[in-house]
């Protein structure tokens, strides 16, 4: 099955610097990615997504980066602002897995100004 | 459009009792899957229905049901209340053949 992993718990960091939140998968059949942001009391809101035919997504203020080869996904928020503090969740979708997105543990992101 | 809407917002349940709860997903939506928010398990796919059919299912006993009807909206129902079972339940709703969910702001289930 598939197995979602989160490298830090709790990234805190200074306002206007940037962050970097980082995630590790275990399935080579995984082929969608996707990054959700959970404020207290909401549920999860999409903040950007990629698949595996691509390395590099842009959005506003974010990048999300896919490195298949080591299974590796991370999300870059430029410029952190106090708004962006939150939990981070990355989520997967493997095409053997059926519409079924297998969500990592959360990264706590916590930004000081 | 509305986004997906989840009733009731809080609920506070005894062990044994049984809970339903509700779901309506984005105008259009079919697709409607449940997830079960813990701090300890994180997020957990509990099922997935599409045109009243459930297509997936996560690991979870037989406790855990739902079902869909033609408009779309969902329920879930959870029997024989544990202790456990206290947690964040999602709703989130998607196109059909589209991966991205679009998550309601849950329904915080407490079982005393």
């Known amino acids: 099955g598939e197995s979602v992993g989160l490298h830090l718990p709790t990234l805190s960091v200074q306002e206007g610097d940037n962050s970097i939140i980082n995630c590790a998968y275990s399935?080579?059949?995984?082929?969608?990615f996707i990054w959700y942001k959970q404020e207290s009391g909401k549920g999860p809101q999409f903040i950007i997504d990629?698949?595996?035919?691509?390395d590099k997504r842009q959005g506003q203020r974010v990048t999300v980066l896919l490195n298949k080869t080591v299974k590796h996904l991370s999300l870059q928020i430029a410029a952190t602002q106090p708004g962006d503090s939150a939990v981070y969740f990355c989520?997967?979708?493997?095409?053997?897995?059926?519409?079924?997105?297998?969500f990592g543990g959360g990264t706590r992101l916590m930004v000081k100004p | 459009k509305a986004g997906v809407t989840q009733t009731p917002r809080y609920l506070i349940k005894t062990r044994g009792q049984q809970v339903t709860l509700s779901c309506s997903p984005i105008s259009g939506h079919r697709s409607v899957s449940w997830y079960q928010q813990t701090p300890g398990q994180g997020l957990q796919f509990l099922f997935e229905y599409f045109s009243e059919t459930q297509r997936n299912k996560g690991n979870f006993p037989g406790r855990f049901s739902g079902r869909q009807f033609s408009n779309s909206r969902s329920e879930m129902n959870v029997s024989t209340l544990e202790l456990g079972d206290s947690a964040l339940y999602l709703c989130a709703s998607t196109d059909s053949g589209n991966e991205k969910l679009f998550f309601g702001s849950g329904t915080q289930l407490s079982v005393l």
């Open positions: 989520a997967v979708d493997s095409w053997d897995a059926g519409n079924m997105l297998t």
């Open positions: 399935n080579s059949a995984s082929d969608y």
């Open positions: 990629i698949r595996s035919n691509m």
